[in-house]
């Protein structure tokens, strides 16, 4: 399947705006996904929210049937959430720890993912260890297998990290967890809409991701997946009366779905935004999706690696659309400013987002661009002209 770059482009309004390299901060919208939310929103004016929410129920619930077809899961496997932090944590701090307990994480494991790690080993007495990566970069599968022990509570792996273009062997990974019988927990944050997902065969047993980025959908939706055998035993860390309905005076019961982790009050115009961009990804395919935006990913990183003074930082053999860089003699916020300037978006990914990676690789903050599959060569062009500029004004001589 190809894809239609010109009908894309033109159901995308931002490109006649911005360069936007920042999909892996937040990617623009389509079209659709904008008419979505607005749509609600006026009916919300309109009608009443509650009311709107009654009219919309069947669109509003099916949202969890395409987040199911999106991940290969369950619809009761699926929670929706307002971050994808706030799906990880969610799932995390539901699963409990002792003494002595360990828990293994990637070396290239997200800020937020990792400060949870220390304080529930803070509270629990369990212990926090970095699975080691191999000679490409990636979290390595061998080395995590010769860490396993019978204390192994949890395998976390941050899939595609937000500092570079490194795709990791998350099924690799996965095997050697389903081997074992060891929960994994998958941060998938910036890998939905870029990759194809399968929860069957990536053997996670909780993936998270966050609907703003390469999914294109709006800011504040996250997506939680939790398998059915964990959810039966996971307790949520906090509860309102819709995750656990109040039976009796002195009693609560959970749900019996992944929803046992979500609260009563939504933002419903953000759901069906979310719905409509992953409907509009699956549309499309994702696999032509992966196929087009490693192309672009690696032709970006081809055209910067011949300009002198520029230097490339992503590691891993498969690499996605996130390429990081930095400029000889150029300040990396000086760079997105100047960018910026000239409508050209583009984010800084400092060390202390991905801190053991950082520190290990020694890498200083870096101009992050990543690219997604309605960018197009044109633009690749225009940001490695003005990469170049940049390089010949404010970097030393070469
Ligand atoms: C790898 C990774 N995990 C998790 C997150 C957190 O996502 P959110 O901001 O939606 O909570 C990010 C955000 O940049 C990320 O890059």
Partial sequence: MTIDIETIRRQTPGVREVVHFNNAG????PDRV????IRHLELEARIGGYEATDREAMRIDAVYDSVARLTGAGRDEIALAENATAAWDMAFYSLAFAPGDRILASQ???AANYVAFLQVAERTGAVVEVIPSNGDGETCPDALAAMIDDRVRLISLTWIPTNGGLVNPAAEIGAVARAHGIPYLLDACQ????VPIDVEALGCAVLTATGRKFLRGPRGTGILYMRRDLLRTAEPPTIDHFAAPWVAPDRYELRPDARRFETWENNYAARLGLGAAVDYALDIGIGAIWTRVRALGE???ATLAD???????????TRCGIVTLSIDGVDPLAAKAALGEQRINVSVSRPSSTLL???ARDLPPVIRASVHYYNDEDEIARFAAAIAALRRMKGPRP
Avoid: F, K, S, T
């Fill in 26 to 29: 937040a990617g623009l919208m």
């Fill in 34 to 37: 904008l008419d979505a939310q």
């Fill in 108 to 110: 290239v494991e997200y």
């Fill in 191 to 194: 890998a939905a809409g870029q």
């Fill in 299 to 301: 032709r970006l990183r």
């Fill in 307 to 317: 300009i002198p003074g520029v230097h490339l930082h992503d590691i891993g053999r």
């Fill in 357 to 359: 990676d950082a520190r």
